[in-house]
């Protein structure tokens, strides 16, 4: 017998998909009548959906491999259940990654499609267009929130009815590496992808050629407005997802290893239930006709709108569950806890907003640096780069304290309580990922509309799509800051799992409280394996992001070396439109190269970590973790504010200008240039590093859960090593 | 009875500071024969000395409110000698300090007035220009370890014959405090008046007025000379004096601490003693004719040699009295401990040289990615900084490591053995610290003599000091490496320090054994203390960061008008040399907004240790102090390598050039403009916030260390605090 709980955690996002299958078809069936529209949307369509296929199938052997190693370590570090136990865990690995794919291409597909259908609809006005561009986003934001909560749902209910506590939560557990795993992939391959063909396509057309950004004779420019999909829409779904699956199997895992009651077991999965069904009602907000003075703020209004009715719905619905079904402290702590998550979400969309948009004084401040020099541009963007991360790291810390103080007062005694109050704020925070990724997705869609708009000259509705532009772009950064704190919950959500989750394997047979003492002091901050182990944990951070940093530059090149060759011998620029750029390409040289440069610091992000477990043993492991998180939460942050203030900078001079002494300075102006400098470096700052910092810090946590306890088996810190390994290779022999 | 060690720990420092006035006198005997050489050298010499003095009178309140504050922490804390140990607190704290201050200024007093002697010298060639210029870098060199070696055996050798083990060793631990706050008021307010100084006048001069750098006309410019005196002179010197004087104490508290026997107590004390001596024979080798093809490289040569010298004859000397004075195995044990920190200082050095010279390909590449556009060269120097910090680190890491199982398994068993080994590998890089800084202080002696040969027109002895000019650079660069590596190890040793000596504060009366096993315990990192303490700590770095680097932009704009103001006021370009610039309200302006801009950095650093201590406990300090750590080593790494870079790439430009396609760029080329960019950017990076982080990693370990124990008794985690806080109260009204 199915509880309700679990069968609302599945009858809850099949809804959901259908609504985003609804919402799908209708933008779908749209049909623009102006056939270059399509036929320019279709380009861009095709090379996104090459671009994913060709992820897809680069990483389907490691995923090959990946899911046998699993099934190896289940096999031999399990001594009960091995066979049940190494089958599960790689079944949950390989539905966790097919889950983010699938996601993705789904949101992908209709995304880019939607670009003509919005521009289209832009001549009926700011309403039209705006519900149209909002409902491919939604497609993106329920199919991953959906999937997501479906994927842990079965897995936990099918698990949990035939393997006992906490031996489910461990079986479930690689349902993160596979997110995570697909996640680093789309993150650091489509961040390099996106920007080097921004890059490349720039600095050719825009500034040897002298021609537009959005010129159709530059050979680069279907593969730059594919790179905006690829990044800011299938990559920032794949990371916002894989966070959402993590938090939920994490707070799982932590409750059945805690041995929390079964109501608190189930909670993250009602909270996330309830949530999801709050998003359906509050992404309905945006539709009818837009009205007002100002169009742009009247639909940044019912955006904005669209976020809180979700979240006052999703804290009504989860605050009556919690009193009808919790005493009443115990209830207040959870409802509590949910809303902190929900808060921080606020926080940091606006913290994000405030130091990344020009209403405010710190993109004003660099814009006025860039009278003086392209340097003060610099120094003064990271600065504020740097600061930016302050509030949203004190969010957390604040949402982390609060919850876990309630925890252990009210839900359960001590240490477990309280981590078990800071995986629901966790879980509040990550269920708004239906709507904010609904929010954000619509901000590529409007983008390329606008980007059509200038390539197939319609001028008469270029007003509304600039305004969708200008308000997508907001989204487009504000949630980036929320998807780095998902992340850096999640990472600490796993961290804490990571380290329950071996204590309890190595240390078997013990009870719940002697595991806790004998991990907790052998986790001292005082010993040389954890300091060792975070300073190269650090040096992980810094070494994946200068590497993502230089690809960028790399596959750039190429593709500047390609549009090069194409004016040269096609001589595109002299025999437009008899003679047609080679589009695809240029996609293809771009994606070759995304996929080359992805190698290094995408096995680094999953060997390091084997490699310090090993050298240190498991101890050393959770230094390096700790190193990873404190280096790459933060940076992320800094990256991703800094390069988005940098771009503000620039549009705010190209849009309002800077008055000094009297004389007005705007586009082509000296500080204007001054200002692009800022703009270029920001992009791989916040399209490639920041972003690829998130996959980073959870997938060195879910590796090492996963890998964990067969290398604290070999590694060369455990005095049983030795006979270990040689019983190990036995076993090996005896399956040959 | 005075032991032999502790004689020599005397003796050795005294004739170092007695060959330290010796070399004073023979460089400022040299009676330069050019009128122009010697009143522009005494600007520069008298604005560095207001500059100092305006500083330590600034520091004076502050000095005397913490002296009376620590006394009162002591007093109040300590239940057995607690007046004594409250007075004898006090005068550590006022020794450090003080020491810092008198070899801070000695330095400065000579360094200031070489460069007009070296000018002069010059004119008979390499050999006498070279030696003047690092006779001059000496009087730095020697002043500062002697006197950091002299405070600390003789606060050692009359604490320890009054106080019983381990109080000693507590009454001296805020010698170090002392170090760290002057160290990091010069670092901070000496980083923005460099680098202010250094952009005011070049905005104005180079860029507005388009005349040279060095032009006399420029108002800015004798205060861009003292800046470069102030930061690479007197902040590098007091920066490594406190890390010698935080491991020295560091080493002597943790051996106290751990109740190791007498002679182990002594050791670090003799390494520093030993490796003094080998400073005063290596420095004899830069002496002479330099003879050979390239003069530069041969003058390069002798000073690589007077520092492997000094490595090689330490390393006899060290291994000689090991071997004599303990067993076998922990003579190895002790001999390998301390050649590792001196191997790091070479692989440290040699490293930042790698990334940060034009001789090898990080800084070609860069330069290379010139010839795209200014953008290209921000992403690759802040890519390549990021990756240069990663050698520095696993040197740290490795030479820790290893110095740890070594001390482990010789020296004494477990954790303090290991420890203890982790300390002499520390002791060893700093006792290099002698022949380090004679190297780095003759950098800015080279570098104002050269400005000089350009401002009073000696165009015959230009070529030569040109030479000396680059050799300086280079180990200005690469002592920044020290520097900071050196920063990095003191501050893991002050950490692990402050971890005993609080744990055995609080747990009074218990054996090392309960200590250690209810410290660790205590101290697991999965405590959200730690965890919530160290996001804080990353977080202080980044306001840290951030604010020093914003205050260069700011104290540079005030230095901006007041030179346009003079320009149109005073008409010095059209009337010169009629009418001459007033470089001393330049000066002013550059002091006065240095100090300024220092209070926010500044105070934030004693400040946020002491509100964490009181909010989270003392637990929650060692989590922010293990994130200070942790962030700030790094990212000094980053900032000063990035910046180094930067400044060579445009170096090459303008010595080498760049060929493309056949076609040279050189100076005043497209590129050449676009890598003066990353040169600016790189100002406040290499000299401003990336130096700075070395006081602010140290400072907030020493400032824990003295009053944590005060801060664990009020603090909101301490279930006894409000009774305690009465008491205190109370003995405060009595005092009264």
New interface residues.
């Given amino acids: 017998m199915l509880p309700l709980e679990l069968v609302l955690a599945i009858v809850v996002p099949v809804v959901g998909l259908a609504l985003a299958g609804y919402n799908a078809a209708s933008v779908l069936s749209i049909k623009p009548g102006k056939k270059d529209l399509t036929d320019i949307n279709m380009l861009i369509a095709e090379g996104g959906k090459t671009f994913l296929m060709r992820e897809y199938k680069t990483i389907l052997p490691t995923g090959v491999i990946l899911t046998i190693l699993i099934w190896a370590a289940y096999y031999l570090t399990f001594h009960i259940h091995s066979g049940l136990m190494a089958g599960l865990a790689a079944l949950s690995f390989a539905l966790g990654a097919i889950g983010s794919a699938v996601a993705g291409y789904m949101g992908m597909y209709v995304t880019t499609r939607s670009a003509a259908k919005t521009a289209w609809m832009a001549k009926n006005g700011m309403g039209p267009a705006l519900s149209t561009s909002f409902k491919a986003g939604t497609v993106m934001g329920l199919s991953l929130a959906s999937i997501a909560l479906l994927v842990v749902s079965i897995l936990y209910w099918a698990y949990q009815s035939i393997l006992p506590t906490p031996l489910w939560a461990e079986a479930l557990a690689p349902v993160a590496f596979g997110a995570s795993l697909i996640s680093l992939f789309i993150r650091v391959a489509g961040g390099i992808y996106t920007k080097a063909a921004d890059w490349g396509a720039d600095?050719v057309g825009k500034?040897e050629a002298g021609i537009p950004e959005d010129d159709p004779r530059n050979p680069g420019v279907i593969a730059d407005n594919v790179g905006d999909n690829v990044g800011d829409c299938a990559g920032m779904a794949s990371d916002v997802y894989e966070s959402f699956v993590v938090v939920l199997a994490g707070a799982l895992l932590l409750a059945a290893v805690f041995g929390l009651a079964t109501r608190l077991i189930n909670l993250s999965i009602v909270i996330a239930t309830l949530t999801l069904l709050s998003t359906l009602v509050g992404i309905q907000v945006v539709r009818g006709e837009v009205r007002g003075k100002n169009l742009a703020a009247a639909a940044m209004g019912k955006l904005n709108t669209a976020l809180y009715t979700t979240i006052v719905v999703a804290a009504i619905l989860v605050g009556i569950y919690a009193f009808l079904s919790f005493p009443t402290m115990e209830a207040v702590a959870i409802f509590v806890s949910d809303l902190l998550g929900m808060i921080t979400a606020i926080v940091v969309l606006f913290a994000t907003e405030y130091f990344t948009h020009y209403t405010f004084p710190p993109v004003r401040n660099i814009a006025r640096?860039a009278t003086?020099?392209?340097?003060?541009v610099?120094?003064?963007g990271?600065?504020?780069g740097?600061?930016s991360?302050?509030p949203t790291?004190?969010m957390?810390?604040g949402a982390?304290?609060i919850s876990?103080i309630l925890g252990s007062m009210f839900i359960a005694p001590g240490?477990e309580g309280?981590?078990f109050g800071?995986a629901i704020a966790s879980v509040g925070l990550l269920s708004l990922a239906g709507v904010v990724i609904s929010l954000d997705s619509y901000g590529p869609v409007s983008d390329n509309a606008n980007g059509l708009v200038e390539m197939t000259g319609m001028e008469d509705v270029r007003e509304v799509t600039d305004a969708l532009d200008a308000i997508g772009n907001t989204f487009k950064a504000t949630t980036k800051g929320y998807a780095i704190a998902s992340a850096g919950l999640a990472a600490?959500i796993l961290f804490?799992g990571f380290?329950y989750e071996v204590a309890d394997r190595i240390y078997k047979g013990a009870s719940l409280i002697q595991i806790l003492?004998q991990?907790?002091?052998q986790?001292?901050?005082?010993?040389?394996r954890?300091?060792?182990g975070?300073?190269?944990g650090?040096?992980l951070v810094?070494?994946f992001?200068?590497?993502t940093?230089?690809s960028?530059?790399r596959a750039a090149g190429e593709l500047v070396e390609e549009i090069r060759r194409q004016f040269r011998e096609k001589k595109i620029l002299e025999l437009w439109p008899q003679e047609r750029p080679d589009y695809n390409r240029a996609i293809d040289i771009v994606t070759t190269h995304a996929l080359k440069n992805f190698l290094i610091p995408g096995i680094s992000a999953v060997i390091i970590p084997i490699i310090v477990g090993v050298a240190l043993g498991w101890i050393g492991l959770?230094?390096l973790i700790?190193?990873v998180i404190?280096?790459g939460?933060?940076r992320a942050l800094?990256m991703a504010n800094a390069g988005g203030a940098w771009d503000n900078a620039k549009k705010y001079i190209e849009i309002e200008g800077i008055v000094i002494n009297g004389q007005r300075f705007g586009k082509k102006s000296e500080p204007h240039k001054n200002a692009?400098?800022?703009?270029?470096?920001g992009d791989?700052f916040k399209d490639t590093t920041g972003p690829s910092l998130n996959p980073l810090i959870k997938v060195v946590n879910t590796v090492s859960i996963v890998f964990a306890p067969a290398i604290a088996a070999v590694s060369l810190m455990n005095p049983a090593a030795s006979p270990l390994i040689m019983h190990i290779i036995s076993v090996i022999v005896s399956l040959l």
């Fill in positions: 600095i500034v640096q003086l020099s392209a340097s003060n610099i120094v003064a990271y600065s504020y740097l600061l991360a302050i790291v004190l957390v810390v982390l304290g876990y240490i309280g981590i800071t600490l804490i380290i003492t991990a907790s002091s986790l001292t901050i005082i010993d040389p954890i300091i060792i975070a300073l190269v650090v040096a810094y070494f992001s200068s590497t940093l230089a960028v530059g959770v230094g700790f190193g404190l280096a939460f933060p800094l692009v400098v800022g703009d270029v470096v791989p």
